[in-house]
Structures are given as structure tokens and as C-alpha cells.
């Protein structure tokens, strides 16, 4: 699951200063659950698997009133004001364990979307319970927008990624451009494999696009801190666009300046 590892230091931080601070606190506690999932499956713990399980033994106490672990707590306190289905937490579960079972590698672009939404439309889902919302639509636009925000994180990671064995992109579209997963692996073939990366951010692009399309008028404003968050992925797509194959080469971010007016334009948007 490409992300980054602080709450402190993701974009997520940056895109949720709009809210008020108990929303700001109930989302730390909601990154902080994912954020302990996708590290027992990155950190390459020996019982990973035990791990999981133990975690969505978890979710089922919190779900039943009666959490073990101070996560546990806190989380439940959250639901308590802002409700939301188990499912959301045990889909998000079974999407990180996906990445126990090394080599990483999917098929189809369908079978990565089952992948993107579970670790990342899911956690889009979560989030708007938070911001709250009138229409049942914008939780079909936090869904769109999360599989925008990991294919992006994807494309940015590809080279981190291969090195422990993952490959996300899909066999179709690696056949389609006449790419082998060992043209992935050991970064060669850079013409064919920039074709593919364009064509990837333009998928990404694409979903940002369709996210914006679907947004009711009547969630705009409340889903101020997901659009903000949409606008600072995307900003980081366009760089990926200009400059696809960085392999070899510092990783690719926005610096704080670039956030700010990311920010700043994201709050004086109309819909």
C-alpha cells in the first residue's frame, strides 16, 4: 500500500487543516488504525498474517462494545459519533493482507481496483462519515477519488515497490505495451515503459476528473478537506506526468510552499 508513513508528514495533514479539531483528532485516530495495517504488511513482520488476524479480531470487539487495545478505544469512541459499517475496517484489512502474498501482482486492472478500493475507496468512505454529508453520491466521489489517490501513489512508487517484489500495475496493461514484469523489476525498456506510465496517470487523471463531475453542490463545501486533498495528488500527478521514469532519482512531492497554494486556491473554489 504506497503511502506515506507519518500522519505528521503526509498530505493528509495538509488537507485536513480545514476542519474543525474534533473532526481533525477523530481522523488521526482513523489514520492511525489504517496507518497500523499497512505497516504490518509493509514492515515484513514473520507473523504478519497473525497480526491481521489479531487486528480484525479487534475490529469485531469495537463493533461489539468492548475493545482491548487503547486503538481499540479510541476508535470506538469515534464511531460512537461518527458511525460507520464494520466492513469498511475488515475490507481495509483484507486489502493490506493482499500484499502478504509475495510476489505482489494482479491480472487485470479489475483485480488492482478490487486492491484500491479496499486500501484506499474504503478509507475515502471512512473519511466523509467524518466530514459529513447530504447526499449518498459523495460517497461514490470518495470512492472514485481514492482509487485517483493510490493509482498516483502507485506510478510515484513503482520503483520502491519493485524492489521488494511488488507489482502493481497489471499484466494487461503490461502486455498491451509489450512489457514484461521484469522490464518493471529492473527498470529497462524506458521508452515502452514511459508509454505505460502515461497511460496509467491518465487513468489517475481521469478518476480525478470523474470525482470532480460527481461531487453533489450540496457536499461541496463540506467536502472541503477531500477536495484539498484531491488537488494536492493531482498537483503531484502532473509532475509524474512531466517526468514519468524518475528510477534512480529522488522521490517525487510538493514542498510546503506548493501545498499552501494548493490550499489556499482548494478554499476559494466555487462549484
Request: glycine share 4%.
Amino acid at each position: 500500500m504506497a503511502d506515506n508513513k507519518s500522519y505528521k508528514k503526509s498530505n493528509f495533514r495538509g488537507a485536513f487543516f480545514f476542519l474543525p479539531k474534533e473532526k481533525r483528532i477523530a481522523l488521526s485516530i482513523i489514520y492511525d488504525f489504517c496507518r497500523t495495517a499497512d505497516d504490518i504488511a509493509d514492515e515484513g513482520f514473520i507473523d504478519a498474517k497473525e497480526r491481521l488476524d489479531a487486528l480484525r479480531a479487534e475490529v469485531k470487539n469495537i463493533f461489539d462494545n468492548s475493545p482491548k487495545t487503547p486503538l481499540g478505544s479510541a476508535l470506538r469512541a469515534v464511531l460512537e459519533k461518527y458511525p460507520m459499517p464494520e466492513r469498511y475496517f475488515t475490507d481495509l484489512i483484507d486489502g493490506v493482507e493482499r500484499d502478504l502474498k509475495t510476489p505482489v501482482r494482479f491480472d487485470t486492472f479489475e483485480d488492482l481496483k478490487w486492491y484500491m478500493y479496499r486500501v484506499a475507496g474504503v478509507v475515502g468512505k471512512m473519511c466523509v462519515e467524518i466530514f459529513g454529508y447530504t447526499n449518498e453520491q459523495t460517497k461514490e466521489y470518495a470512492e472514485i477519488l481514492g482509487y485517483a489517490v493510490q493509482l498516483t501513489n502507485i506510478i510515484r512508487d513503482i520503483e520502491q515497490d519493485a524492489k521488494i517484489d511488488r507489482v502493481y500495475l497489471p499484466k494487461e496493461d503490461l502486455d498491451g505495451f509489450a512489457l514484461t514484469e521484469e522490464d518493471i523489476l529492473s527498470a529497462k525498456r524506458q521508452t515502452k515503459l514511459k508509454d505505460l506510465l502515461l497511460f496509467e496517470l491518465e487513468r489517475a487523471q481521469n478518476y480525478y476528473e470523474k470525482a470532480d463531475f460527481i461531487l453533489p453542490a450540496e457536499d461541496f463545501k463540506a467536502m472541503l478537506a477531500a477536495r484539498a486533498m484531491g488537488n494536492i495528488y493531482c498537483a503531484l500527478l502532473k509532475k509524474l506526468q512531466k517526468n514519468p521514469c524518475r528510477f534512480n532519482s529522488k522521490k517525487i512531492k510538493l514542498n510546503k510552499l506548493e501545498k499552501f497554494f494548493i490550499l489556499l486556491k482548494t478554499f476559494m473554489e466555487k462549484p
